[in-house]
């Protein structure tokens, strides 16, 4: 067994596509009318909540998800120079690594790790 995808859920497919798309300047892999797959080593799936989901809210949560980067400092100035909104700074945390987290349009909460 493998992983083979993260899907994250979003109310605005125009919106999420610009953003992972343009923004974050990921390649889609494949792209549909209801979801676009980015290749991040998996399939980070951004996929469009069509309300199939009842009583249960998708959109706007922590995803759980780092990405990691090189130069989390550089990328997070490069980011937020991009308009991206972060929760706080690039932190270094008890165990070592640095983290930063941000939104994307729905309000999904995603991680930079370093």
């Given at each position: 067994m493998k992983?083979?995808?993260l899907r994250i859920w979003v109310d605005d497919m125009a919106a999420a596509k610009r953003f992972y798309?343009?923004?974050l300047s990921l390649t889609a892999k494949w792209d549909m009318e209801m979801a676009v797959g980015?290749?991040?080593g998996i399939d980070l799936i951004v996929?469009?909540?069509d309300g199939s989901h009842?009583?249960?809210n998708l959109v706007g949560r922590f995803v759980g998800t780092s990405i990691q980067v090189d130069?989390?400092?550089a990328t997070y100035e490069a980011l937020k120079a991009k308009g991206?909104?972060?929760v706080g700074p690039p932190e270094k945390m008890p165990w070592g690594g640095i983290l930063a987290h941000f939104k994307d349009p729905a309000g999904n909460t995603l991680t930079l790790l370093q």
């Open positions: 992983i083979y995808g798309g343009e923004t980015y290749d991040l996929e469009r909540d009842e009583g249960e130069d989390i400092q991206v909104p972060f």
